[in-house]
């Protein structure tokens, strides 16, 4: 049994590895956070039956720790999108499925291996000029799903992430939405379409 059990575990490890593309890896040293970052961030939020300004969050995080969050009010910030999207899709043990190829840019499908992630499937469109990632199509185990385009000026990493999100559960303070409100958020279907933008005025990692 224990042998078997040793067999099957060198085939997914050397499966994984062998199935793995080259320019994961390019993506990986791309998007590499060693230590941290910290970010000024502009949030606009479309959400039906919600009402919120734009605002601006200093963000601070360091790895393995809870990211310290500053902002006037209530801020409400996406469960998947920000900047630790890519590190994390990219360091899960996933199988990379390559569905489209153009001159331009190649789409795979990363499809989770680990029972413990929040998501299952990942279709990412990869630039292949720079490479990087502008586009990632997420769908989660509870979360619904997510529609992440980026947009880029010359660093590494995205000045603007737009998140298009369609879900069944959205779940906000109850001092900031009652439960009229979330009738109202939902449509037709029972489920609640919203976006969120996010325009990154500074972005440092350390």
């Known amino acids: 049994m224990k042998y078997f059990l040793f067999l099957t575990i060198f085939f997914i490890t050397f499966f ?31 959400v039906p039956g919600i009402t919120a300004p734009e ?30 999207e890519f590190s994390d899709i990219l360091s899960y043990p996933v199988h990379w499925i390559l569905i489209d190829r153009t001159e331009d840019f190649e789409i795979y ?9 929040d998501w299952i499937t990942a279709d990412i469109k990869v630039n292949l ?5 502008d586009e990632i199509n997420i769908t989660t185990r509870d979360a619904g799903l997510f529609d992440i385009a980026h947009f880029y000026d010359t660093g590494r990493y995205p000045i603007r992430t737009v998140i298009s999100f369609t879900t069944e559960r959205f779940s906000l303070p109850l001092k900031f939405m009652g439960k009229s409100e979330l009738k109202e958020m939902k449509d037709s279907t029972g489920v609640v379409q919203g976006k969120i933008l996010l325009d990154f005025l500074k972005f440092d990692i350390y």
Do not use: C, T
Request: aromatic share 4%; net charge positive; hydrophobic share 35%.
């Open 55 to 84: 605002k601006i969050v200093e963000i601070s995080a360091q790895n393995g720790k809870q990211p310290k969050i500053k902002g006037e009010g209530i801020i409400l910030m996406p469960k998947k999108g920000f900047i630790r």
């Open 109 to 117: 499908k990363l499809v989770s291996l680990d029972p413990k992630s």
């Open 16 to 46: 994984q590895e062998n199935n793995r593309p080259e320019i994961a890896d390019q993506l990986i040293k791309r998007y590499e956070i060693k230590n941290g970052f910290e970010a000024s961030v502009k949030i606009s939020v479309d």
């Open 129 to 133: 000029a720079e490479p990087r990632i």
